[in-house]
Structure formats: structure tokens, C-alpha cells
């Protein structure tokens, strides 16, 4: 295997082989083909793209360059769900727990935010104790426990992601389909599991701006993951708009709680169920939508997913008092009130300002060596279509960083639009799906 030979073969356009795919991989993981060639190889890709096929071969490549997780113990059916990054997606920590009392196993293997986009694992950190770190083996005794854990990659579950990611986000080539698709893919994957369901984000505060480019990377999910043998189906969503009152990382985990404990706004609610149905579809657990849907509810309201979120915050080392005081969570903590500046009603919120007020206020990374604020961000959203008076609160930000308060609230203030009449019609959340 010729390393340049290969980088010239897809710099012209050409459908490089599984071999020639894996063995670049390989070479790479091992060490044996430096940075540099990669970082040429996946510039080619950004350019010139690739096929499913060649797409699927990538995907294997690096998911075999690690371990895989045996979730045959388990002794029931296996099932996750991956967000392709939002503002205010604290949908994972409520979806997991309602899965797992349907009756699914959710290994759920995390990633931290990027940018604007929050990250599951930061906003779990916000939780005292709360340890993402666990072994492969603690990881499934979780699961197998309570029914569900969340978690961040570990060394050994696809090493070659770990390698290319850092490149890829240095070297401008982020934003590749077969690139993303291997990426999310490979550790996925490797969790060995029955069904996997896909939110593609779409919008202003996503990574996918157009529904075009957002349904493009959801057929591609779908059919490389099928190929490599997983039930999978995508949902595309909007993220013009940030998910529920809260980014951020304390203020979304109080949101998530207070959803389990049966408080949570409409498009947190929809966007779980709709998630949620298809993950108890694609395992067989349930035959139709409508079961699903009931099966969810009952989860929900009995309380049950609140008890398994509780059990799996104790199981990996949290303070679950947080269940029951929040305000533990925002040990530290300052606020700070951002007040309507004329009477109106809220008709639309950038999503993609609340974003960079959190990456202010401390909630995200501006470089790698950054240190995460867990109680930074950004609560009591009002909602669009929600009527103020002068000087009333449009949102609290929240940080142990008062300093950053200023030019935060100047974001807050340009995200608002405030109108003398409601909106016509409510934003649209469910834009389509890939099945």
C-alpha cells in the first residue's frame, strides 16, 4: 500500500476499494501513515466525496480499528439514538431512561459540544460526581442494572475517529458527509446494538443549515448503517429555534429533570416521543406507532423513566439529590436577568446567538484546552409566541464567570425578535424522516 498513490487516486475523483480503504486506516491507526497523509486524504474526501459503498468501507475501517461491545449479556433488545448537535438538545438525558423502561437496553455512548452545539457528556458533568469514564465493563453493568448509561468513548471503541476527528477539525474538514457519517457511525456501532435512530438537526443553530444538506447526511446515515447490518431510521429536525427553556449545561439537566417529572414544553415532549417511538419500532418491542406512543406516555407519567434516570445518576457515581434539588447543580453559580426591552410578543429566537452566549458564559470550549463551566448557560427562555411586558425577564443567564455577562446579554438581547403580534403559525419541528 502506496499512501500517496491512494490520496492522488481520490484527489481525481476515483472510488478507491475496500482494501485500499482499510489499509489506510490501519496504516494510520498504527501509526505507520503520519498526520499529514490523512489530513490530504480527507481533504480529498471533502472535495471529491464518496460513495456509499466507499463510505461503508470507511465506516467498517475504523470501527474495527477497536473493540466492539458484546451486548448478548444483556438478554434483550439494544437501541440508541444520536443527535447531530443542537442548542438546548438535552434530549438524550430524558429519552434514555423512557426507552429503558419500555423494556430496551440504551448503551449510549456521548460525545462533548462542539462549538456552539452542546455536548452530553459536559451537561452530565454538571451532575457532582456524575462520571463519564466508565471501563467497557462498568459501562454495561449500568445498563444491565438500571437499562440504560451514558457515557464517553472510551480508548479502545474506534481509536482511528479519535485519530481523524482531531485533524478534521483543525484542517477544515469538518463538514464532510462520508466524513461525519464514518464518525458518528463507527463508535455507534460498535455498541453492538439492534436499532439505531438518527436526529438530523437542520437550521440556523446546526451544522446542516438547509433541509436539503440535512436530509442529504440522514439517507447516508440510514443506508451505510443498514448496509453494516443495523435496523436504522432518521428524523430530521429544526434547530432554528433552541429545544426547550434551557442551554446550557446545569440549566438543561434541571430541564431534563423537571420533563421526567412531567413539566416539559411542547417540542421537548414531541421531539422525545417521536424519537423514542421509532427506537421501540425498530426493536421489535413495539409493533405500531400508537403502541409506542402509549407505551412511552405510561413511562413517562407513572414516574418509571424518572426512576431510572435517578438509578443511573447513582450508579455512576452522581449526587441523584439533584433529582429532588436542582439547585445543587448551580453550586458557585451568578446570575444574571435579561430583561424585554419593549412590549411584545416573542416571533422568533436565533438559535445560533443563545449558542454563542453559552460558549461565553463558559458552558463550551473557544479552544481545546478550555476548561467547561457545569453551570453555565442560559435558562427561562421565553417562548416564541409568548407575550412581554417592558423590562420582564426574556431569559436568566447563568455562569460563575460575572464577567462574561455583558457581552452575553448582548447576544441574548440581537437573538430576541419581539413583534406587536403573536406569529402567524408555530414553527414547524418534525421536518421529515429517512427510514
Same mark, same amino acid.
Given at each position: 500500500?502506496?499512501?500517496?498513490?491512494?490520496?492522488?487516486?481520490?484527489?481525481?475523483?476515483?472510488?478507491?476499494?475496500?482494501?485500499?480503504?482499510?489499509?489506510?486506516?490501519?496504516?494510520?491507526?498504527?501509526?505507520?501513515?503520519?498526520?499529514?497523509?490523512?489530513?490530504?486524504?480527507?481533504?480529498?474526501?471533502? %472535495?471529491?466525496?464518496?460513495?456509499?459503498?466507499?463510505?461503508?468501507?470507511?465506516?467498517?475501517?475504523?470501527?474495527?480499528?477497536?473493540?466492539?461491545?458484546?451486548?448478548?449479556?444483556?438478554?434483550?433488545?439494544?437501541?440508541?439514538? $444520536?443527535?447531530?448537535?443542537?442548542?438546548?438538545?438535552?434530549?438524550?438525558?430524558?429519552?434514555?431512561?423512557?426507552?429503558?423502561?419500555?423494556?430496551?437496553?440504551?448503551?449510549?455512548?456521548?460525545?462533548?459540544?462542539?462549538?456552539?452545539?452542546?455536548?452530553?457528556?459536559?451537561?452530565?458533568?454538571?451532575?457532582?460526581?456524575?462520571?463519564?469514564?466508565?471501563? /467497557?465493563?462498568?459501562?454495561?453493568?449500568?445498563?444491565?442494572?438500571?437499562?440504560?448509561?451514558?457515557?464517553?468513548?472510551?480508548?479502545?471503541?474506534?481509536?482511528?475517529?479519535?485519530?481523524?476527528?482531531?485533524?478534521?477539525?483543525?484542517?477544515?474538514?469538518?463538514?464532510?458527509?462520508?466524513?461525519?457519517?464514518?464518525?458518528?457511525?463507527?463508535?455507534?456501532? =460498535?455498541?453492538?446494538?439492534?436499532?439505531?435512530?438518527?436526529?438530523?438537526?437542520?437550521?440556523?443553530? =446546526?451544522?446542516?443549515?438547509?433541509?436539503?444538506?440535512?436530509?442529504?447526511?440522514?439517507?447516508?446515515?440510514?443506508?451505510?448503517?443498514?448496509?453494516?447490518g443495523t435496523r436504522t431510521a432518521a428524523v430530521i429536525s429544526a434547530m432554528d429555534l433552541p429545544t426547550g427553556c434551557a442551554v446550557g449545561n446545569a440549566p438543561e439537566v434541571a430541564e431534563a429533570i423537571a420533563a421526567l417529572q412531567g413539566q416539559a414544553s411542547a417540542d421537548v415532549e414531541d421531539l422525545t416521543l417521536t424519537l423514542g417511538c421509532r427506537m421501540l419500532l425498530l426493536t421489535r418491542v413495539c409493533r405500531t406507532p400508537a403502541e409506542a406512543r402509549t407505551r412511552l406516555c405510561d413511562a413517562w407519567k407513572s414516574g418509571r423513566g424518572l426512576d431510572i434516570f435517578r438509578k443511573m445518576i447513582e450508579l455512576q457515581q452522581g449526587n441523584s439529590r439533584v433529582i429532588d434539588r436542582p439547585e445543587l447543580l448551580f453550586k458557585g453559580a451568578q446570575r444574571q436577568v435579561v430583561k424585554a426591552p419593549r412590549a411584545g410578543?416573542?416571533?422568533?429566537?436565533?438559535?445560533?446567538?443563545?449558542?454563542?452566549?453559552?460558549?461565553?458564559?463558559?458552558?463550551?470550549?473557544?479552544?481545546?484546552?478550555?476548561?467547561?463551566?457545569?453551570? =453555565?448557560?442560559?435558562?427561562?427562555?421565553?417562548?416564541?409566541?409568548?407575550?412581554?411586558?417592558?423590562? /420582564?425577564?426574556?431569559?436568566?443567564?447563568?455562569?460563575?464567570?460575572? $464577567?462574561? %455577562?455583558?457581552?452575553?446579554?448582548?447576544?441574548?438581547?440581537?437573538? %430576541?425578535?419581539?413583534?406587536?403580534?403573536?406569529?402567524?403559525?408555530?414553527?414547524?419541528?418534525?421536518?421529515?424522516?429517512?427510514?
Amino acid at each position: 500500500m502506496i499512501p500517496q498513490w491512494i490520496i492522488e487516486k481520490k484527489r481525481d475523483g476515483g472510488v478507491l476499494s475496500d482494501s485500499e480503504i482499510r489499509e489506510f486506516v490501519d496504516a494510520f491507526t498504527e501509526g505507520t501513515v503520519p498526520d499529514y497523509q490523512m489530513s490530504a486524504l480527507a481533504m480529498a474526501i471533502y %472535495f471529491k466525496g464518496m460513495t456509499i459503498a466507499e463510505t461503508a468501507a470507511l465506516t467498517l475501517a475504523m470501527l474495527e480499528s477497536g473493540t466492539r461491545l458484546d451486548t448478548t449479556p444483556l438478554g434483550r433488545p439494544t437501541a440508541d439514538k $444520536h443527535s447531530t448537535g443542537g442548542i438546548g438538545d438535552k434530549i438524550s438525558l430524558i429519552l434514555a431512561p423512557l426507552v429503558a423502561a419500555c423494556g430496551v437496553a440504551v448503551p449510549m455512548i456521548s460525545g462533548r459540544g462542539l462549538g456552539i452545539t452542546g455536548g452530553t457528556l459536559d451537561k452530565l458533568e454538571a451532575i457532582p460526581g456524575y462520571r463519564t469514564d466508565l471501563t /467497557e465493563k462498568a459501562f454495561l453493568k449500568v445498563v444491565n442494572t438500571c437499562g440504560c448509561s451514558i457515557i464517553g468513548q472510551t480508548r479502545r471503541l474506534a481509536p482511528a475517529d479519535r485519530k481523524l476527528y482531531a485533524l478534521r477539525d483543525v484542517t477544515g474538514t469538518v463538514p464532510s458527509i462520508p466524513l461525519i457519517t464514518a464518525s458518528i457511525l463507527s463508535k455507534k456501532l =460498535a455498541e453492538d446494538l439492534d436499532a439505531l435512530v438518527l436526529d438530523v438537526k437542520c437550521g440556523r443553530g =446546526a451544522f446542516m443549515k438547509t433541509p436539503a444538506m440535512a436530509r442529504n447526511l440522514a439517507k447516508t446515515l440510514v443506508q451505510v448503517a443498514t448496509a453494516l447490518g443495523t435496523r436504522t431510521a432518521a428524523v430530521i429536525s429544526a434547530m432554528d429555534l433552541p429545544t426547550g427553556c434551557a442551554v446550557g449545561n446545569a440549566p438543561e439537566v434541571a430541564e431534563a429533570i423537571a420533563a421526567l417529572q412531567g413539566q416539559a414544553s411542547a417540542d421537548v415532549e414531541d421531539l422525545t416521543l417521536t424519537l423514542g417511538c421509532r427506537m421501540l419500532l425498530l426493536t421489535r418491542v413495539c409493533r405500531t406507532p400508537a403502541e409506542a406512543r402509549t407505551r412511552l406516555c405510561d413511562a413517562w407519567k407513572s414516574g418509571r423513566g424518572l426512576d431510572i434516570f435517578r438509578k443511573m445518576i447513582e450508579l455512576q457515581q452522581g449526587n441523584s439529590r439533584v433529582i429532588d434539588r436542582p439547585e445543587l447543580l448551580f453550586k458557585g453559580a451568578q446570575r444574571q436577568v435579561v430583561k424585554a426591552p419593549r412590549a411584545g410578543f416573542v416571533t422568533a429566537i436565533n438559535s445560533e446567538d443563545i449558542g454563542r452566549a453559552c460558549l461565553i458564559l463558559g458552558a463550551g470550549r473557544q479552544r481545546t484546552t478550555d476548561r467547561v463551566d457545569p453551570t =453555565a448557560g442560559v435558562a427561562d427562555l421565553k417562548q416564541v409566541g409568548t407575550s412581554v411586558s417592558r423590562g /420582564e425577564p426574556l431569559a436568566v443567564l447563568v455562569s460563575r464567570s460575572s $464577567h462574561a %455577562f455583558p457581552e452575553a446579554v448582548q447576544f441574548i438581547g440581537r437573538a %430576541f425578535e419581539l413583534q406587536d403580534r403573536p406569529p402567524a403559525r408555530p414553527a414547524k419541528l418534525i421536518l421529515g424522516a429517512c427510514v
